[in-house]
T-cell receptor
Framework: ETGVTQSPTHLIKTRGQQVTLRCSSQ?????VSWYQQALGQGPQFIFQ???????GRGNFPPRFSGLQFPNYSSELNVNALELDDSALYLC????????????FGQGTRLTVV | QQPVQSPQAVILREGEDAVINCSSS?????VHWYRQKHGEAPVFLMI?????EQKGHEKISASFNEKKQQSSLYLTASQLSYSGTYFC??????????FGTGTRLTVIP
């Protein structure tokens, strides 16, 4: 089990609403990456945060935004939720520049109805 | 940017071997391999950084051909615990990891 924790574990939201997901990184890690994993698919890279700034982004619209805090924890915010946003959201923490392994949290299962 | 994995699925009997391939159309700086069991988070297996490098983890090993932008994961003498979906993740210099579509491995007694 890794030291990466995510909250909440499950969430149900209505289309059009906004949601905030949280991730605490593993001790000693300074980088957090967020992924969206639809059922039966691989994790899709949303963005990465390092030094409290976005450090790379995948093919996701601006309504997906994030924050990183001084303690390296991170938030993922999604505005104007759509049905297709229903997925497992994973965060992974790592050490920037070392190209070492990324450790994943257990994920947040988001259902949009 | 998403790498392509093959095969999509494979069924093995205990003790059999398997190879999972991962290829990218972009230049690769590293390849990461993960295994995910149903309902769980992906678990790190190994990372390969240099062209031609091979790494091992018990009876699981991998190779990375930087020139061909390909990596292969080798599972030998498979065990029931090897069942799961295997993902390769590839990164360029930006250190952003992009995952393939996955290979579902089922090991049966």
């Amino acid at each position: 089990e890794t030291g990466v924790t995510q909250s909440p574990t499950h969430l149900i939201k209505t289309r059009g609403q906004q949601v905030t997901l949280r991730c605490s990184s593993q001790s000693g890690h300074n980088t957090v990456s967020w992924y969206q994993q639809a059922l039966g698919q691989g994790p899709q890279f949303i963005f990465q945060y390092y030094r409290e700034e976005e450090n790379g982004r995948g093919n996701f619209p601006p309504r997906f935004s994030g924050l990183q805090f001084p303690n390296y924890s991170s938030e993922l915010n999604v505005n104007a939720l759509e049905l297709d946003d229903s997925a497992l959201y994973l965060c992974a923490s790592s050490v920037q520049g070392m190209n070492t392994e990324a450790f994943f949290g257990q994920g947040t299962r988001l259902t949009v109805v | 940017q998403q790498p392509v994995q093959s095969p999509q699925a494979v069924i093995l009997r205990e003790g059999e071997d398997a190879v999972i391939n991962c290829s990218s159309s972009k230049a690769l700086y590293s390849v990461h391999w993960y295994r995910q069991k149903h309902g769980e988070a992906p678990v790190f297996l190994m990372i390969l950084l240099k062209g031609g490098e091979q790494k091992g983890h018990e009876k699981i090993s991998a190779s990375f051909n930087e020139k061909k932008q390909q990596s292969s994961l080798y599972l030998t003498a498979s065990q029931l615990s090897y069942s799961g979906t295997y993902f390769c993740g590839t990164s360029g210099r930006a250190n952003n990891l992009f995952f393939g579509t996955g290979t579902r491995l089922t090991v049966i007694p």
